[in-house]
């Protein structure tokens, strides 16, 4: 075990690693409840009942629609049941219609950026999938203009990220709408939309509460979130939410007898410990709808810290969380009047998710210098930042990424950005000497033989390290490149913003807040917050 990383410097994985105490106790003592037995643990599932409950009200479910779903083992599994429902009611709709469903057979369309989840169920259950090519222009996402060109009457539906795995931006749910809406007028073509919001969807409503992606957007027939994400629980938990029971074919739905009591299933996996579920509500009622929000904005706030930062020296930023919305006079005042130039709203949306490559300038001074090293030099300080081509169309450029969560505080921003500005100058330093770039590109030998990746190769083995602390040398700041070094000062000391704000001097004092939030003022509002009766 002490090969593994340290949790807390995985900055490859959107999974939250942290739950405090009263959650791990919950966690550990009902790790062995199986949530699938209903007549065993009634509370239990009365409790999964509420949750549904809380995220379809979350998610903006009209009145008037009965909301169904599940808990699953991850988006994985909810992904797969999504599809499967888009792909029954088109199977109905087609017989109803005297049409054919095996030639030339069901298509669904979402972008090439999209996570390999989404391509599993196409290939699992026989559905073509029809990817639409992203860019640079369309910020590495999916434009909905070119999805509309691939929808035929075979399509099932469209998928919509909200949070792009690869800059954290959100696909435009609304804008697909709108365009389908186009399309059914012109042909009586009516396709649906299913929203992955992995992440997006335990972001979204707390950071951006008037942002329409939800179901409040006519043709969002269902959604999927990881609860293990921004939703704060430990890894093996996702959530399904269908806006009306109608919606869900009866195929899909299986009456069990044999545990019991009657009872109803829609899951592509059966046993499971009832931890998760119950970590999930624990965290809701102990975040409130206020909870959720102050640690959404913290951890865009340090994404956008982080970002400034990287832009001010050997990089270009590929994700957009930093970049304000509108720079008008207006908004501007608006600002200053307020005090709080931090509102997730004055940005560009997005997940707190920074991108970002070398600088087209820096390539040109130092062609020798491999941006995968960064990924491998990191490494060697205990840091996870993965460096990987862009989606099919654009796969020549590649990306580092840093995922924000709950345990990156602004200290270790600052910590962070210091060591990948003294992994970087040190390639620059050392261009003169090939020792370092042909341990970089042979990696670990084996049986004396070397293993020398390829150009496309965005990784590489390492040997066993210390698991320690960052390093807390940055000889570098007043080196070769001082400009450079100076942005690495004003981020190092303290963690604070380039500019004074919201986060800078009481920034550890908030991150601390994120880990568990507590309520200022100890009464009953806000406690369930966001939940309505069941």
């Known amino acids: 075990m002490e090969l593994d990383g340290a949790p807390i410097l995985n900055l490859a994985s959107f999974v939250n690693t942290n739950m405090d ?50 808990a699953t083992t991850g988006s994985s599994e909810a992904i797969m049941l999504g599809g499967l429902a888009m792909k029954k009611r088109w199977q109905e709709k087609m017989k109803k219609a005297g049409k054919d469903i095996h030639n030339p057979g069901p298509n669904i369309v979402f972008g090439a950026n999209a996570q390999v989840a989404l391509e599993k169920f196409a290939r699992y259950f026989d559905v073509e999938a029809r990817l639409v090519p992203v860019s640079v222009e369309s910020k ?15 399509t099932i539906g469209i998928i919509v990220i909200l949070g792009s795995t690869y800059t954290g931006a959100f696909e435009d749910v609304k804008g697909m709408n709108d365009l389908l809406d186009e399309y059914q007028k012109r042909t009586g073509i009516d396709i649906p939309i299913h929203v992955d919001g992995a992440s997006g969807a335990f972001v979204a409503p707390f950071a951006y509460p008037d942002y329409e992606w939800a179901f409040s957007v006519s043709r969002v027939n269902s959604i999927n979130a990881s609860g293990h994400k921004y939703g704060l629980t430990y890894p093996g938990l996702g959530w399904l939410v269908i806006k009306d029971e109608s919606l869900l074919p009866k195929d899909l739905v299986f009456e069990l007898h044999y545990l019991g009591s009657a009872q109803s299933s829609f899951t592509l996996n059966f046993s499971r410990s009832a931890s998760p579920v119950l970590a999930q509500m624990y965290q809701f009622l102990a ?28 990089f270009t930023l590929l994700s957009n969380i930093h970049l304000p919305v509108d720079s008008s006079v207006v908004t501007t005042m608006s600002k200053a009047v307020s005090g709080d130039d931090e509102d997730p709203n004055y940005y ?11 600088s087209d300038k820096f390539k040109e001074e ?30 020549q450029i590649e990306m580092l990424r840093v995922v924000i969560r709950s345990t990156m505080s602004a200290d270790l921003v600052g910590r962070l950005v210091g060591d990948i500005l003294e992994v970087t100058e040190s390639l620059m330093d050392k261009a003169a000497d090939n020792t370092l770039m042909m341990a970089l590109s042979e990696g670990p030998k084996k049986n004396h033989s070397s293993d020398h990746p390829g150009p496309d190769e ?30 690495t000062t004003t981020v190092i000391q303290g963690g604070h913003l380039p500019h004074p704000g919201k986060y800078g001097a009481e920034g550890s004092r908030i991150e601390s807040k994120a880990g568990v939030y507590k309520k200022e003022h100890d009464d009953d509002s806000g406690q369930v917050g966001f939940g309505r009766p069941c």
């Open 21 to 70: 105490e009263h959650a791990n106790k919950l966690f550990a003592e009902n790790a062995n409840k199986n949530l699938v037995d209903f007549d065993e643990y009634p509370a239990t599932q009365a409790i999964h009942t509420r949750c549904i409950s809380i995220l379809a009200d979350l998610w903006k479910v009209p009145k008037g629609c009965k909301a169904i779903g599940t």
């Open 348 to 358: 560009v949306k997005g997940l707190p998710v920074v991108s970002f490559r070398l």
């Open 140 to 154: 590495f996402a999916m434009d909905p203009k070119e999805a509309i060109k691939l929808v035929d009457e075979n």
């Open 287 to 314: 975040l409130g709808k206020q909870g959720y929000a102050d640690i959404v904005k913290v951890d865009l706030a340090n994404a956008r810290m982080l970002s400034r930062a990287l832009e001010k020296s050997y």
């Open 458 to 487: 965005t990784s590489t083995n390492h040997p066993a390290q210390h698991r320690g602390a960052p390093s807390g040398r940055h000889h570098h700041a007043h080196g070769k490149h001082g400009k450079h070094g100076q942005v």
């Open 366 to 395: 130092f062609p020798y210098v491999k941006q995968r090293w960064i990924q491998q030099l990191l490494r060697h300080k205990g840091w996870i930042v993965p460096n990987y081509n862009a989606p099919k169309a654009v796969e």
